[in-house]
T-cell receptor, first 111, second 111 residues
Framework: EAQVTQNPRYLITVTGKKLTVTCSQNMNHEYMSWYRQDPGLGLRQIYY???????DKGDVPEGYKVSRKEKRNFPLILESPSPNQTSLYFC??????????FGSGTRLTVV | GQSLEQPSEVTAVEGAIVQINCTYQ??????LSWYQQHDGGAPTFLSYNALDGLEETGRFSSFLSRSDSYGYLLLQELQMKDSASYFC????????????FGSGTRLQVQP
């Protein structure tokens, strides 16, 4: 089944403790993105990748890192999480960049 | 900066037709897409318009006018399962081909 898989689905962590949210797609898509979703703010892009080793900042990249060492994987790294990074995170991938397939989401709480 | 405007809420009855509008102001434009998101779920791609005109996919249609920086999503023969949030998103014609989302329209379908 064609899908984008994110892990974990839920995560509660403490301020400053480094964490990684994994994202993997099995559709051989070149385009991958990370978004965060907060009430009333819609989906805001964090980082974007057009292909292996090609990444670019989105609208809200501060406090996040990404890497694209393989085509299928696009992990999101929070080196020192803070409470304002409490949010619902989505990874998405696309073949052409026109329509994206989203993962099921990761609900992160930073206390 | 980029901005997309869409109504925050729309209510309609089962079997009716509803139109959700989206106006955008962006530095560069490549295409307009629409996504559906049920509560607690991931966004699902509905349609993409790069050229002016109407695109029809079953009960859903999407329209774009590039000269007016305007598009809409038309939902026909509304069903209860169509109750969800609908997001328009602009694909920019910058090198990174990013997606910028509107803040979403919550559609309530009543019996």
């Amino acid at each position: 089944e064609a899908q984008v898989t994110q892990n974990p689905r839920y995560l509660i962590t403490v301020t400053g403790k480094k964490l990684t949210v994994t994202c993997s797609q099995n559709m051989n898509h070149e385009y991958m993105s990370w978004y965060r979703q907060d009430p009333g703010l819609g989906l805001r892009q964090i980082y974007y990748s057009m292909n292996v080793e090609v990444t670019d900042k989105g609208d809200v990249p501060e406090g996040y890192k990404v890497s694209r060492k393989e085509k299928r994987n696009f992990p999101l790294i929070l080196e020192s999480p803070s409470p304002n990074q409490t949010s619902l995170y989505f990874c998405a991938s696309s073949f052409s960049g026109n329509g994206y397939t989203f993962g099921s989401g990761t609900r992160l709480t930073v206390v | 900066g980029q901005s997309l405007e869409q109504p925050s809420e729309v209510t309609a009855v089962e079997g009716a037709i509803v139109q959700i509008n989206c106006t955008y102001q962006t530095s560069g434009f490549y295409g307009l897409s629409w996504y559906q998101q049920h509560d607690g779920g991931a966004p699902t791609f509905l349609s993409y318009n790069a050229l002016d005109g109407l695109e029809e996919t079953g009960r859903f249609s999407s329209f774009l006018s590039r000269s007016d920086s305007y598009g809409y999503l038309l939902l026909q023969e509304l069903q209860m399962k169509d109750s969800a949030s609908y997001f328009c998103a602009v694909r920019l014609d910058t090198g990174r081909r990013a997606l910028t989302f509107g803040s979403g329209t919550r559609l309530q379908v009543q019996p």
